[in-house]
């Protein structure tokens, strides 16, 4: 069993930043990312990064939100800019390994929202 500690969600105006964090037990050979679900909606990728450092955003995170991670501290990092309305979530850390052994665990959520 792999523990998620998440951190840094809250209230935030339009345009403004939050950085959220999120500490594993393990980060070694997996990836690590963040999710986030929205009332009515699927959940959806944000970003994620494996403990090599190579990252992936959706489009909606480019450009503004920054992903980054910690071997020594197991933990990985999202730097959240120019915060939308619609970047209001609740926002779930993620870590998986696909190859043996394989694992996919999920944090338990933090909120995010964004309004005037």
């Not at 523990?3 to 935030?12: D, H, N, R, T």
């Not at 339009?14 to 980060?27: D, H, I, K, N």
């Not at 963040?34 to 403990?51: C, D, F, H, M, N």
């Not at 043996?100 to 959520?109: A, S």
């Amino acid at each position: 069993q792999i523990q998620l500690a998440e951190s840094g969600g809250g209230w935030v105006q339009p345009g403004g930043s939050l950085r959220l964090s999120c500490t594993a037990s393990v980060f070694s050979g997996s990836t690590m990312g963040w999710y986030r679900q929205a009332p009515g909606k699927e959940r959806e990728l944000v970003a994620t990064i494996t403990s090599g450092g190579l990252t992936k955003y959706a489009d909606s995170a480019k450009g503004r939100f920054t992903i980054s991670g910690d071997n020594r501290k197991n933990t990985v990092y999202l730097q959240m800019d120019n915060l939308k309305p619609e970047d209001s979530a609740v926002y779930f850390c993620n870590i998986r390994r696909s190859m043996t052994p394989q694992y996919n665990y999920w944090g338990q959520g933090t909120q995010v929202t964004v309004s005037s």
